[in-house]
């Protein structure tokens, strides 16, 4: 370990300067970042490009690194073939519906164990983060005998988006980060709301929730693309047609479908969720690092 300047770190800054230093770091930073990129874009680029790969280009052994002849006619054969406008629909629908519900309980939730605090608050939060070390495989079969035959109403909730919804409400990481962010509110805020006559659901309105955006917003996104990328689940409690996501569409129209037109699909369907991610990187971010920083 070298120090300078009071940082320490593996390479002092001298050595950085010179000449054989600066080329090996150099090097080894270039060849990281390469490699980063390839593993994670690498995927996303087979995908667009095999997009627009006829079948027979597609399923040719090596692979070919960009289209003979591209094709755009296959994202309007996926468009058409999958009936992708309906899954789409259902699934920004779902997605919605579960935001709406995590935004509105989790933050009450949340807001209850920081401000409020009350008997028993860190046990019942305890309970809560205990959940995340279930794996969630192990909750299916529970979950869907749930579903089937709601307990007291004795409802069956398949093909009901609330099959979609009610599992997604109780979310204790989504509570902890809301929680985490709200601890770091400064406690004489409170004090001056209360002071003012205002009331807890008033502080929470007035207060609170304005200054808690980048977090809410991280919630938002994760509640989302929760939704959008979930597969087994939606198969088992979605098992209409007319009700399916777009990721259990896809899978119930692969097996007639050509690979190319299929991988298409997959393409309109990710846009959505990447346009978000684009949009909204700044607030995952923000909202991230200012909860785990109080005072």
Do not use: C
């Amino acid at each position: 370990m070298a120090q300078d300047s009071g940082t320490r770190t593996l390479i002092s800054h001298a050595q950085l300067q010179r000449g054989r230093g600066r080329i090996i770091y150099w090097t080894l930073l270039s060849v990281v970042v390469l490699a980063f990129t390839i593993v994670f874009l690498g995927p996303l680029y087979w995908m667009v490009t095999g997009a627009l790969k006829s079948g027979q280009e597609i399923a040719q052994t090596p692979p070919t690194l960009f289209p003979e002849d591209p094709q755009l006619g296959n994202y309007a054969d996926a468009w058409t073939n999958l009936d992708l406008a309906k899954l789409l629909f259902n699934t920004f629908y779902y997605a919605a519906g579960a935001l709406l519900f995590q935004l509105v309980l989790d933050t009450a939730a949340a807001y209850a164990l920081s401000k409020l605090r009350p008997v028993f608050g860190n046990v019942i939060l305890g309970m809560m983060l205990a959940t995340l070390m279930i794996p969630a495989m192990v909750l299916i079969v529970p979950q869907y005998v749930t579903v089937i035959d709601l307990p007291i109403l004795h409802i069956n909730l398949l093909d009901s988006p609330f099959a979609i919804w009610l599992p997604l409400v109780a979310n204790a990481f989504n509570i902890f980060l809301l929680k985490r962010f709200f601890d770091s509110i400064p406690e004489e805020l409170m004090s001056a709301a209360v002071m003012d006559g205002a009331t807890p659901l008033r502080t929470l309105w007035s207060i609170i929730l304005p200054m808690s955006r980048p977090i809410l917003g991280v919630v938002s996104i994760f509640a989302v693309t929760a939704v959008w990328k979930d597969f087994l689940w939606p198969k088992l409690v979605m098992p209409s047609p007319e009700t399916r996501t777009v990721s259990v569409g896809i899978y119930a129209f692969s097996g007639g479908t050509p690979m190319n037109v299929v991988i298409a699909a997959s393409v309109i369907a990710a846009i959505p969720t990447v346009v978000i991610f684009l949009i909204f990187q700044r607030n995952i971010m923000s909202g991230l690092t200012t909860g785990s920083l109080k005072g």
